[in-house]
């Protein structure tokens, strides 16, 4: 199960009854530039001010025990992608995991809130690319295109990673929605030039904006394209 808008409150409820979770972060190793990045959580200790987490790039830490992460910067690195979590349970854990879960059971009230804090956070701090950005992203999966599109729009003002539409695509949907398809040209070209001719996203509004301009061959090509870059792309 994923969600929006999660809290570290809710990530220790979750290692403290047994449930893995994953979580979605920003991350820009030494010598690299900023990318996306999943990290699984497996304990945390208060006393310490750390989580624990298992990393593909950093490691398992110290006899396997899990690289520590103080609170502060798991939360800097996680709201990039607007405090994404995947938890991990068995079919018979599932009532305790909604329980846990509160107000977020409901992936409509996840974004609510999840679109609260980035509000709050763009009142606080301007010009807070990330936050205008998740403003957006909890924008679009409540429906709200116009709304979202406008925060996309303040969010690009400020300084975003160029590799920040490898991994969100809420700007393409948003910009699709509400007949902005020059923007989401731009997008996609974008994309295509800097590296995310990779991605199956970039093929798949390529093939969308085909068909608002009635090539429906070279949109057939895109959606093959997409799909030969990933068979499970369910879009």
Not at 147 to 157: H, I, N, P
Not at 194 to 202: C, H, L, P
């Amino acid at each position: 199960l994923w969600r929006m808008g999660g809290t570290q409150d809710l990530l220790k409820s979750f290692l403290a009854n047994g449930l893995p979770v994953v979580i979605a972060i920003g991350f820009a190793p030494e010598g690299y530039d900023w990318l996306g990045h999943y990290r699984l959580l497996v304990g945390y200790d208060d006393a310490q001010g750390v989580f624990f987490a298992y990393d593909s790039y950093l490691g398992n830490g110290d006899n396997g025990n899990g690289i520590t992460v103080p609170y502060g910067e798991l939360d800097a690195d996680w709201r990039q992608f607007n405090r994404k979590f995947i938890v991990l349970y068995r079919p018979g854990e599932e009532i305790r995991l909604r329980n846990l879960l509160g107000e977020l059971v409901e992936p409509a009230r996840a974004a609510e809130l999840a679109l609260e804090r980035a509000q709050e956070e763009t009142r606080v701090t301007p010009q807070d690319g990330f936050a205008w950005f998740n403003a957006g992203t909890a924008l679009v999966a409540l429906g709200r295109y116009d709304e979202a599109a406008l925060a996309y729009d303040q969010s690009r003002r400020f300084n975003l990673p160029w590799r920040m539409l490898w991994y969100q695509f809420g700007p393409f949907e948003a910009y699709f929605n509400v007949g902005r398809y020059s923007d989401l040209e731009a997008l996609v070209t974008t994309n295509l030039i800097n590296g995310g001719q990779y991605i199956e996203e970039t093929y798949y509004w390529q093939g969308q904006l085909y068909i608002t301009q009635g090539q429906s061959s070279a949109a057939a090509d895109a959606f093959e394209r997409s799909l030969r870059i990933n068979p499970n792309f369910m879009a």
